[in-house]
């Protein structure tokens, strides 16, 4: 007999407990934010926002150089 015991819980609880685990994300770097993107399937996914690029995660206060 294993030491685990079995709860049921609510799709919310689900939820608060998956966000509380990922955020905050201001632990990772900008490189491991890209990767969780791309892992996340942004760029692949046809039906995801910025299909068909690659990302690069900059700090918010750098400013776009045109």
């Not at 201001?26 to 068909?52: A, C, P, V, W």
Request: cysteine-free; glycine content about 8%.
């Amino acid at each position: 007999m294993g030491w685990k015991s079995t709860i049921e819980i609510n799709r919310d609880e689900a939820k608060r407990l998956i966000t509380k685990k990922l955020l905050p994300l201001d632990h990772l770097s900008n490189k491991e934010l890209e990767n969780m993107i791309e892992r996340m399937g942004y760029g692949e996914g046809i039906e995801l926002e910025y299909y068909g690029y690659n990302f690069i995660v900059v700090d918010n206060d750098t400013t776009k150089k045109e």
